[in-house]
């Protein structure tokens, strides 16, 4: 069966800091991988999201991830965090049609 | 263009008590998801409606929640009776595009209703 692993629960960052979310996956088809994220208050949204083509895609703001077939992974990076990028963040995998596994998300503070 | 819509946004009962939850998708969006989100955890899958028709089903504890799509746009989720473990917040999302390609999987998520069973 499809599965998502976050395997950091808690992240807690100073402003500035470089960030890295990790996300492997398992699934034997052609993949599609997610990040959404949920920032206090807020409903889920995307951040971004790899159909094919291009392994490194770019989200909103300033939000990028890597597709690493070999791996398994789907790994969610940003260069220097706000204290904005507050907020919880899902990996999410397809899983039959039209379906979505999600994994039990990361908490990201940041702290100014 | 207007989000998914859900109400009410929090709710409050008691155990045994039925509840009842509404999801507005985005217009013209032809599949609807239920999940479930339970405090420390990913949303999970109850149920998937393409149109008014049932896809997956195979997550929903058929012998309390039941949901249906009229007429393909809005839909329902109830509990009945409710138990203490279905407290969490339950989210509809919708998606515009039928078919395989990776655009199909793209959901739009509504804010949710928190539901505590006490």
């Known amino acids: 069966a499809q599965s998502v692993s976050q395997h950091n629960h808690h992240v807690i960052l100073s402003e500035a800091a470089s960030l890295e979310l990790g996300c492997n996956y398992s699934?034997?088809?052609?993949?599609?991988l997610f990040w959404y994220v949920q920032y206090p208050g807020q409903h889920l949204q995307l951040l971004l999201k790899?159909?094919?083509?291009?392994?490194l895609v770019k989200g909103i703001k300033g939000f990028e991830a890597e597709f690493i077939k070999s791996k398994f992974s789907f790994n969610l990076r940003k260069p220097s965090v706000q204290w904005s990028d507050t907020a919880e963040y899902f990996c999410?995998?397809?899983?039959?049609?039209?379906?979505?596994?999600f994994g039990t998300g990361t908490r990201l503070l940041v702290s100014p | 263009e207007a989000g998914v819509a859900q109400s009410p946004r929090y709710k409050i009962i008691e155990k045994r008590q039925s509840v009842a939850f509404w999801c507005n998708p985005i217009?013209?969006?032809?599949?609807l998801y239920w999940y479930q989100q339970i405090l420390g955890q990913g949303p999970k899958l109850l149920i998937q409606?393409?149109?008014?028709?049932?896809?997956?089903d195979s997550q929903l504890p058929k012998d309390r929640f039941s949901a249906e799509r009229l007429k393909g746009v809005d839909s329902t989720l109830k509990i009945q009776p409710a138990k203490l473990e279905d407290s969490a917040v339950y989210l509809c999302?919708?998606?515009?595009?039928?078919?395989?390609?990776?655009?199909?999987?793209?959901?739009?998520f509504g804010p949710g209703t928190r539901l505590t069973v006490t």
């Open positions: 999302a919708s998606s515009p595009i039928k078919g395989t390609s990776g655009a199909a999987y793209e959901q739009y």
């Open positions: 699934y034997g088809g052609t993949v599609n």
């Open positions: 790899y159909f094919s083509g291009d392994p």
């Open positions: 999410a995998v397809n899983a039959g049609f039209q379906k979505l596994v």
């Open positions: 217009s013209g969006h032809a599949t």
């Open positions: 409606f393409q149109n008014n028709g049932v896809v997956d």
